[in-house]
Structure formats: C-alpha cells, structure tokens
C-alpha cells in the first residue's frame, strides 16, 4: 500500500467547454457534443466531438501555434489552467522538483498535407517544424519548457489508457521522493481523416450518421461503437505534506493506483474483464479499502458493444453489486488518452463537488448490463472515494481511487 498524494490543480480542454468550469458544466447537463465535421466531409463517419479553433488559438502565441500540433497546443491550455488552479507559480518554484508527465496515445505524425509533399518529392516545402510537432513526447516536452519544469519529464503511450498510465506513473514518482510536484496527464486529437478512416475499417466507430449527436451511448442497447474526439486533461499532483505546507486547496487524494495487461488480444478486450478485475482490486487495494469502500466508478464506457459488457463484467466481478457507475463519453466521445485524464479530472470534481455526471444517450440500457447506470439528469450523493476506469487497445488496463482530502 503506497501513501496518498494530493490532487491540487484541474484543467480541461474539451469539446463544448475550454476551462474547467465550462467543461464540467457541460459534462452535468448532459447535452452531447458529437456534430458534423467539416475537415471529415466525404469520410464513410463524417462526424466527430470537436474543439474549435479559435477556442484555441486566443490562448497561445502565434510561435506555440505555429511549432505545434493540436495535442500539444491543447496539453499547454490544460496545463496552465491546472497550475493556476493550483496557486502555483512557476517563476517561484523549485524548476528541479517539479515533474511533468503527459499521456499521448497515437497522434504522432497524422500530417497528410506533408505526406502528400513527400510523396510528389517537394521535400523543401515539408515544414521544419514536422519533427517537432508530430512526436509524442513532445507535448510533455512543450509543458516542461513552457513551465520552467526541470524535474522527471515522461511521455506514457498506453493507447486509450495513456493519460490515466499517466498519473499512475506521477504517483510512482511522487511516492519515490523523485519530486515535489508533478504536471501530469493527457493529451490527444484523434478526429482527423487517418483516424476516421482507420478506426471505420476497424469497425470501432459508431456510423449514426443521421443523428451524430446520438451517436454515443456508452451501455445503451442500441450502441455500435465510439465517436471520434479530442481534448486534454490535467491534474496538478503534490506529496500530501509539501501541499499541506504550502496550505494548497487539495480537491482529493490520489490513494492508490494499478494497472494489468489483458494478454488476449490486440484490439479486443479479454471477455470477461478479467484483466480490468485485476486493476480495479489492485488499485482499490493499494489505497486500502475495500470495493464495498467505493462510491462510485467513472466508467471507460467507449460505447462499442464488447467494451461495454466486458466492462460491465470487471465491475460485477469486483464488487458483486457495483456502486452507482457513469460513462463520460457520451458527452465528449473518446479522445483516447485525453479522454482517460479529462475522466480523472471528472472524477476528482465528482468527489469534491458531490455530485455523479449523467450518462448522455442512454436510453434503453443493455439488459445483459447489470448496472446502476447514472442518466437522465447529474445525480446528488454521498461520495468519499471514487474509481476512474479505463482500458485501452493492446489489453491495458489501468484504475485509478480518489479519496476525500
């Protein structure tokens, strides 16, 4: 059992909400985000959970923008935004003992535009900034030079899992004494043509083309795969006594953490959930309780049909009957692993604010889903420790337990 850190600073860039706040507001009205997406018109899936733009570009330099791809410009919105929450400044810290960690599963290299210049042989107007913008740990390197964090810097690519692995492996750090700080969690744009084609073909994708905005409904009978997403989430992460020095705000604490392989397949997760069962008790375990100790499970809920039951499997195994669960994907659909951070982040709020988000879409839940599925509307209770699930592509399984401070 490994000793508790605290959680003292939140930010979110999401679909339909930049900022905590709107983010959170959003999440609890249950209003789904997935529209028509101009840049995937003519894909065989068309739509996608979106951020804008312009939400983007007021917030960063025209250098950060130009040198960036989207995972890393909405890994820096969501990582000022945690620290400024946190009552951090980074002119004043010790750089050393802050750590940066950023999850990003796979928008490494997502460049068409370039593709098609290397493919004509125009190599003089490939940009210069490819390198740069299209390696994954180059968002955690983006947050490192933009804070002054000059302490452990790590990239985790677990694919959906990336972001959650993320803050797992900043516990591991903290609990080491490696430092005092960690900026950790995860970041990715995954609704560009590579991903609508790919995951299409894969057969992951939801096609409710006529009603995008329907289109997911994680445990609902009539589910037939994700929606394509993108976003960011970050936790500022302290040892408990450094923030409790400082008399730092702690929303809750991270008390345990796990995570399992399923060894099964490659993208299909192992039927029963045996291998999310493993993390779940694992990490419940690891911040000592007992599954009869836990309030309440933010769900992976990706809304594809094998997911949601084997999902629903892990959590009957573990906990025989299952405290009250949600799924957040069907307001922002699955941004991958800044889909796993943004849901910690939720869950943190869920705990401090006392309160469980609906599940947008769910109209007729699965009859073979034996749960008590959140929808309709956020729902008040008593929360003293939470579960962020999340499983990922590969058979990763990672589980994450908030505490009250």
Not at 24 to 46: F, H, K, N, Q, Y
Not at 58 to 63: D, E, K
Not at 253 to 261: K, M, N, R
Request: proline share 5%.
């Amino acid at each position: 059992m490994s000793s508790s850190v605290a959680v003292t600073g939140l930010g979110v860039v999401a679909p339909g909400g930049i900022g905590v706040k709107e983010a959170w507001e959003r999440l609890l009205s249950g209003v789904p985000t997935a529209a028509r997406d101009p840049e995937l018109e003519g894909m065989p899936v068309d739509f996608s959970c979106r951020i804008e733009d312009e939400a983007i570009a007021a917030r960063l330099g025209r250098g950060l923008r130009w040198r960036t791809d989207r995972f890393i410009q909405f890994a820096l919105v969501a990582a000022r935004e945690a620290v400024a929450d946190a009552a951090l400044h980074p002119e004043e810290w010790d750089g050393e003992r802050v750590g940066v960690v950023i999850g990003v599963g796979g928008s490494a290299m997502a460049h068409p535009g370039e593709y098609t210049k290397l493919a004509e042989g125009r190599f003089g107007a490939m940009t210069p900034s490819l390198v740069a913008r299209s390696q994954p740990g180059m968002a955690a390197g983006e947050v490192s030079i933009d804070l002054g964090a000059r302490g452990p810097l790590l990239t985790t690519s677990t694919n959906c899992t990336s972001g959650a692995s993320g803050i797992a492996m900043a516990k591991l750090l903290l609990d080491s004494g490696a430092c005092d700080v960690v900026v950790v969690g995860g970041a990715e744009s995954a609704r560009n043509a590579w991903g609508s084609a790919a995951f299409w073909r894969m057969g992951a994708l939801s096609t409710r083309g006529d009603d995008p905005a329907a289109a997911s409904r994680p445990f609902d009978a009539d589910r037939d795969g994700f929606v394509l997403s993108e976003g960011a989430g970050v936790l500022v992460l302290e040892r408990e006594e450094h923030a409790r020095a400082r008399h730092a705000r702690v929303y809750a604490l991270l008390a345990g953490q796990a995570l399992a392989g399923d060894a099964h397949h490659c993208v299909a997760p192992e039927p029963e959930g045996a291998g999310a069962a493993r993390a779940l008790r694992a990490a419940i375990a690891d911040a000592g309780l007992s599954p009869a100790e836990i309030d309440h499970v933010n769900a992976h809920g990706t809304s594809t049909t094998l997911n949601d039951l084997a999902e629903h499997l892990a959590l009957r195994a573990v906990f025989g009957t299952p405290p009250p669960v949600t799924a957040n994907k069907g307001v922002f659909g699955h941004a991958i692993a800044g889909g796993s951070a943004m849901e910690a982040v939720f869950s943190v709020l869920s705990l401090h604010q006392q309160v469980i988000p609906p599940t947008a879409n769910l109209v007729r839940q699965d009859p073979e889903i034996d749960l008590d599925v959140v929808a309709g509307g956020p729902r008040r209770a008593v929360l003293r420790s939470v579960v962020s699930n999340s499983v990922g592509f590969g058979g990763h399984n990672v589980a994450l337990v908030f505490t009250e401070p």
